[in-house]
């Protein structure tokens, strides 16, 4: 499969989900995980017209950046520390990864001093595995009513990245915690949070069945990723 073939795939693989569910046409996006991938191999997939793409390094996707198209879209969806928040902030259209307070005042510090309002995602650990990023369910409440409170932070959904488990049918009740807390945050808290980051290569179908707005797709897109080049 050439990239444009790869990409229609994926496209028609989600839209049969989303049908297959009673969900709109439309109402998840692919974002390619792009991490690894080398910008000339990107640049195929950007022919083939793709614009959406989800980083995970700071470093790795200013690189990229610098060299591709600028009419793109970049999501960062890996762990994010405080001193490159600045950076992100001036690179990224969504952070996925936002995961404490200080995360979030620093995000608003950063994008009031360039003028911009930061779409951000709270990533939540559903699961509450020590190796994930994310917040405990119990701070997502916290985190989504003070990020409300910043003037140049939009909260616009929750993220989670599931425990990999052979299983679907276990994942699955991981994805309707992050629903079901998200519609909780709108019950109660009046607040407005559409997307929904969660699904994988090995576990976007749940998600879709669930209601994510956004799978994260990697090896499924770009096969298995080597060593990671700097
Ligand atoms: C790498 C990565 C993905 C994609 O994973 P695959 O299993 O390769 O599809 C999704 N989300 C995050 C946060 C990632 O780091």
């Known amino acids: 499969m050439n990239e444009y073939e790869a990409l229609a795939h994926w496209h028609q693989l989600l839209e049969q989900a989303l049908a297959g569910c009673g969900r709109t046409s439309g109402s998840a996006r692919l974002i390619p995980a792009s991490k690894t991938v080398p910008p000339e191999r990107l640049r195929e997939y950007i022919n083939a017209g793709q614009r959406v793409f989800g980083e995970n390094r700071i470093q790795e996707a200013k690189a990229k950046i610098a060299v591709l198209p600028s009419h793109l879209e970049w999501h960062f969806i890996g762990g994010l520390q405080r001193n490159k928040v600045r950076e992100a902030v001036s690179l990224f259209e969504y952070i996925h990864s936002v995961d404490s307070l200080a995360l979030l005042q620093e995000i608003d510090k950063r994008a009031a001093a360039v003028g911009k309002i930061q779409k951000v995602l709270i990533e939540v650990n559903v ?7 994310g917040c405990p369910a119990g701070e997502a409440p916290g985190l989504v009513v003070a990020g409300n409170g910043l003037s140049h932070v939009a909260v616009c959904g929750l993220m989670t990245v599931a425990p990999f488990l052979e299983d679907l049918e276990k994942v699955r009740p991981f994805f309707r ?14 607040v407005l949070l559409p997307e929904l980051s969660m699904g994988m290569t090995h576990d976007w179908k749940v998600a879709v069945e669930e209601g994510s707005t956004m799978i994260r797709i990697g090896t499924g897109l770009f096969g298995m990723r080597g060593e990671i080049s700097h």
């Open 177 to 190: 915690m992050l629903v079901e807390l998200r519609d909780k945050l709108q019950d109660e808290h009046g």
């Open 127 to 133: 699961a509450g595995e020590s190796s994930k990023h």
